[in-house]
């Protein structure tokens, strides 16, 4: 089994800042890495597959980057609608999610 | 436009029984990988279970033996049949879509329905 282990565990952010999430995989995943976004009550939403790749309708502001084991996902400049949860899978292997990351008002 | 619908999910006793349902519209579940996936309350995500285009099926070792996966083609549902239900168990249950030719990530989710697993 991959555990994937995302940091920190929350992140405060002021808006219009930078915010850099990180996601660990136990071992190599290749770039078989996706980020979902989740709010409260809400499902989750994709946001990059293939560790890069923006989904459809996601904003440039978003990015992902990575491979093997390390990922980050950045939020370039935070938008009010952009504090939620961040989790991230692998799909190297069956699917295994990180634990999330909370990203939450300064 | 894709979409998900979840049903089925309530208050069920330890050792009991329940099916879960999710109702595609937008595009062909039979043409498609479809999981489910819960979310203990306050917890992160955990992969359940996926049926494949050709009708093989694949489950989480925590829930091999207990759950199952099928879906009927005429309904394009999808469903979850749940026995010997644990208190660990008690969770939101999304069904999910992987992309057609992609790896297993999900790129439609329902809201999905609550499983509470109490006596």
């Given at each position: 089994e991959t555990v994937m282990t995302q940091s920190p565990a929350t992140l405060s952010v002021s808006p219009g800042e930078r915010a850099t999430l990180s996601c660990r995989?136990?071992?190599?995943?290749?770039?078989?890495?996706?980020?979902?976004?989740?709010?409260?009550?809400?499902?989750?939403?994709?946001?990059?597959?293939?560790?890069?790749?923006?989904?459809?309708?996601?904003?440039?502001?978003?990015?992902?980057?990575?491979?093997?084991t390390e990922f980050t996902l950045t939020i370039s400049s935070l938008q009010s609608e952009d504090f939620a949860v961040y989790f991230c899978q692998q799909y190297n292997s069956w699917p295994q999610f990180g634990q999330g990351t909370k990203v939450e008002i300064k | 436009e894709v979409q998900l619908v979840e049903s089925g999910g309530g208050l069920v006793q330890p050792g009991g029984s329940l099916r879960l349902s999710c109702a595609a519209s937008g595009f062909t579940v039979n043409s498609n990988y479809m999981?489910?996936?819960?979310?203990?309350?306050?917890?992160?995500?955990?992969?359940?279970?996926?049926?494949?285009?050709?009708?093989?099926?694949?489950?989480?070792?925590?829930?091999?033996?207990?759950?199952?996966?099928?879906?009927?083609?005429?309904?394009?549902?999808?469903?979850?049949?749940?026995?010997?239900?644990?208190?660990?168990?008690?969770?939101?249950?999304?069904?999910?879509?992987?992309?057609?030719?992609?790896?297993?990530?999900?790129?439609?989710?329902?809201?999905?329905?609550?499983?509470?697993?109490?006596?």
């Open positions: 995989a136990s071992q190599s995943v290749s770039r078989h890495l996706a980020w979902y976004q989740q709010k409260p009550g809400q499902a989750p939403r994709l946001l990059i597959y293939e560790a890069s790749t923006r989904a459809t309708g996601i904003p440039a502001r978003f990015s992902g980057s990575g491979s093997g | 999981s489910w996936v819960r979310q203990a309350p306050g917890k992160g995500l955990e992969w359940v279970s996926i049926i494949y285009s050709d009708g093989s099926t694949y489950y989480a070792d925590s829930v091999k033996g207990r759950l199952t996966i099928s879906r009927d083609n005429s309904k394009n549902t999808v469903y979850l049949q749940m026995n010997s239900l644990r208190a660990e168990d008690t969770a939101v249950y999304h069904c999910g879509k992987t992309p057609h030719g992609s790896g297993n990530y999900f790129d439609s989710w329902g809201q999905g329905t609550l499983v509470t697993v109490s006596s």
